[in-house]
């Protein structure tokens, strides 16, 4: 379909184009910016006076719950969500029931995101075997089927040598692993230690969960040259143990989520089960360093994290409820606000959710690689279309995704959101329209 953007601000963190203009788009690929070509005769035309037109999203953290937790989430309800925050690209962790560990099921959950034309679905596979920490996997089976890289979830791996045999196959063939940082034995607690947990009565998750693991995990890679990318780092001491380790050069990336770089634990408030999250919010020192870690590009890029929990999982008392929050539709908005907040330039913040995750996905995009998460004559037409003048305040009854529970939720916070997606296109099929559009 021949598709005219116009009267845009055209921006492109990747390249540095920040203009007003159209963008012309043709065969699912970009066909010109700035000026449309004298005979070009346009399909459907978008009015994008006064609204910026930008890649579409990349997200690297964000859970589909299909197959097996469908109550939770179902394939086409998340991807609408992701088209609704301006998402066109996700990666989605292995632990679904079953587990992602078999080519099978990888090519099964890629074909039905093909089909439905929302988002493109980049899975992780498991590590090991159900997740189990104990056998890999057939690395070079899931990469044929779809993988773009290697994951144990949320489940650490307890045998240190697994993880050096783990790390030491990914660096012979080119995989990155993608690991969360957390030691299985002291991060079993419900909040963060500290003052807000000890006054609450709930058990605490130290620092020390994650730099015992970050330690362990970047010495394997120093020893095997493995790529790694690190999972949702929570911490001050976290973050300075990152800076350090891609000082010396080592081969890692790291994400933050949308909740650590904007709640810390006093936002738990009287057990709001809505911050029951993992990692668990920390204190305000961790949040600031977090905040400046990602806007000096020690930490590569923002996530969503998004994890759909179901009314009967979440609406428990604080220590019973499930973690999680939905946070696709709310990316880009958070996005924009921390961005604010730390006075940056709007391509500098839009890069650390388009161009940036990107390059930490680097080659396993295939084909994509030479375009994804920008904007280029010739490239992939995925575009974000947004208003960032309009305000709007998240409910539960407004979200497209299956899971309403977001510590963001104007109920609770009063708080109402910068920017608003107009339009979302995937390959040059308009993927999402908001009502007002």
């Known amino acids: 379909m021949k598709i005219l953007i116009k009267n845009g601000r055209l921006i492109d963190p990747a390249s540095g184009r920040d203009e007003l203009g159209d963008l012309v788009i043709a065969a699912g690929r970009i066909l010109a910016l700035g000026s449309v070509p004298p005979d070009f005769q346009p399909a459907r035309t978008i009015d994008a006076s006064g609204c910026i037109v930008a890649p579409g999203l990349v997200d690297l ?44 099921l990888v090519e099964m959950l890629k074909f039905r995101a093909r089909k439905l034309s929302l988002c493109r679905l980049f899975p992780l596979g498991a590590l090991t ?10 690395m070079a089976e899931l990469t044929e089927a779809g993988c773009i890289g290697f994951s144990q979830a949320e489940v650490p791996v307890a045998d240190t040598l697994v993880l050096l045999r783990a790390l030491q196959y990914a660096a012979t063939f080119g995989y990155t692993v993608w690991l969360r940082p957390q030691d299985g034995w002291l991060g079993k607690g419900i909040a963060a230690s500290g003052a807000v947990a000890t006054r609450l009565g709930l058990s605490g998750v130290p620092v020390a969960a994650e730099t015992v693991a970050l330690l362990t995990i970047i010495e394997l890679v120093r020893t095997t040259g493995a790529r790694v990318h690190l999972c949702r780092l929570s911490s001050a001491a976290g973050v300075a143990l990152l800076r350090a380790a891609k000082a010396e050069g080592l081969p890692i990336t790291a994400d933050v989520s949308i909740n650590s770089l904007h709640l810390t634990d006093v936002d738990i408030g009287y057990f709001n089960p809505a911050m029951r999250l993992t990692p668990p919010l920390r204190q305000g020192a961790d949040r600031a360093a977090l905040r400046a870690a990602l806007a000096d590009g020690t930490i590569d890029a923002l996530v969503s994290d998004h994890t759909p929990v179901d009314a009967d ?48 996905l680097g080659d396993a995009l295939g084909s994509l690689s030479s375009s994804a998460g920008q904007l280029v004559a010739g490239g992939v037409a995925d575009v974000c279309v947004f208003d960032p003048a309009q305000t709007w305040a998240v409910t539960s009854q407004g979200l497209l995704s299956q899971g309403k529970h977001t510590p963001f939720a104007f109920e609770s916070t009063g ?21 007002a559009g």
Request: glycine share 12%; proline share 9%; charged share 20%.
């Open 313 to 360: 999982a979440k609406n428990l008392p604080f220590g019973e409820a499930e973690p999680g929050a939905t946070g696709l539709e709310l990316l880009l908005s958070l996005a924009l606000k921390w961005g604010s907040d730390s006075g940056l330039a709007l391509p500098a913040t839009l890069a650390r959710v388009t161009s940036d995750p990107v390059r930490v």
């Open 415 to 435: 708080m109402a959101l910068p920017g608003r997606v107009r339009a979302t296109l995937v390959a040059g099929t308009l993927a999402y329209e908001s009502p």
């Open 61 to 104: 953290a964000a859970r589909l719950r299909e197959p097996g937790h469908e109550h939770e989430g179902m394939l086409e309800s998340e991807l609408n969500a992701a088209a609704a925050g301006g998402v066109t690209s996700l990666v989605c962790p292995p632990d679904t029931d079953p587990t992602l560990d078999e080519p099978g």
């Open 129 to 138: 075997r159900g997740l189990a920490g104990e056998v890999l996997t057939e």
